[in-house]
């Protein structure tokens, strides 16, 4: 009985492999297609320079992040700005912190909200998802109600603008950086589960699901071992664009006064918050920060969208 299911099962990757070309293909392809585009470099090259200074920045600072220096002492006084000079490339601040030592430190805080909430957000999301996917490709009143309430909840999240969602969650909450990854991580819950619910509601009128139910698989193979796996291609490009709108709006409620409450510890979107009093007599405590924000969300803006043109066929040249 087990090797007719095998067999079974073997027929149904077969005809699957008819429509997608097998999904180590699909990938393999799509590394190829990756490799050659320019969009695609540029982006992996920004987030490979932005993840190396996330790691080895505090190790590679010259100066303490917290340290009030002046001239290798501790300074007081407020409001005496230096600019860049060989001992402080990017100048000090209005505390005389090194201000490039400052930046290397608050990219790892960045990164690590970034990279959780986004982990957040995918697996709840995705679990959510599949569940009321799988629902639907099961079939069954029973999988249609639990469709429909779980969407129901999901639409009415997307219906609120997701900053002023996250910044409810954190104010609920609290100030803390652990309150801005959960915040920005439930933010992205709704998308998720929505983008897979839809992949996996396209995949199951598709021929090689007809021909697994033909062959007697059981819709719970089906849903789980076949439709799931060939839908999980588009949530894994949104999951690499989610992450610059994570690192954006971690930025948002930092500024905001949500994130960190131990303002003396670098993090990017706290350092341009703290520059907006100082803006007319020292702009480059806010540009600095602020480029920083805007190269790291285009480097992984541009590999999600070179994913996703190499991942989706209508837009293969």
Not at 134 to 158: C, E, F, P
Not at 192 to 200: D, H, N, V, W
Not at 270 to 296: C, E, K, N, R, W
Request: proline share 4%.
């Amino acid at each position: 009985m087990s090797t007719k299911t095998d067999k079974i099962d073997r027929l149904a990757e077969l005809t699957a492999s008819t429509e997608t070309s097998t999904g180590a293909s699909l990938w393999v392809e799509a590394w190829r297609r990756l490799k050659s585009s320019k969009m695609a470099v540029i982006g992996a090259c920004i987030i490979g320079v932005f993840v190396v200074v996330a790691i080895v920045g505090p190790w590679v600072a010259p100066y303490s992040p917290t340290a009030q220096l002046w001239r290798g002492e501790v300074f007081t006084n407020q409001n005496i700005f230096v600019g860049p000079r060989a001992e402080n490339w990017l100048g000090l601040d209005h505390l005389a912190r090194d201000e490039f030592s400052r930046m290397l430190v608050g990219a790892r805080q960045t990164l690590l909200v970034g990279i959780v909430s986004t982990l957040l957000g995918f697996t709840v999301g995705a679990l959510i998802g599949g569940a009321s996917g799988a629902a639907l490709v099961l079939g069954g009143k029973v999988g249609r109600r639990i469709d429909t309430a779980v969407m129901r909840v999901i639409d009415i999240m997307l219906a609120l603008p997701s900053l002023l969602l996250a910044v409810s969650i954190a104010a609920v909450m609290g100030q803390s950086l652990t309150t801005v990854m959960i915040a920005v991580g439930v933010v992205q819950i709704p998308v998720f589960a929505r983008l897979l619910r839809g992949a996996m509601l396209a995949q199951g009128g598709s021929d090689y699901v007809l021909a697994a139910q033909a062959l007697g698989v059981r819709k719970r193979r089906i849903a789980l071992g076949h439709v799931l796996p060939n839908s999980l291609s588009p949530v894994i490009v949104q999951a690499t664009l989610s992450l610059a709108t994570a690192i954006i709006e971690a930025a948002a409620l930092s500024y905001l006064g949500l994130g960190n409450p131990d303002a003396a510890e670098p993090e990017w979107g706290v350092m341009l918050a703290q520059a907006q009093g100082y803006f007319d007599s020292a702009p480059m405590l806010a540009v600095y920060p602020a480029l920083g924000i805007i190269v790291t969300a285009l480097g992984f803006t541009l590999l999600g969208e070179a994913m996703r043109e190499a991942l989706d066929p209508k837009l293969r040249s």
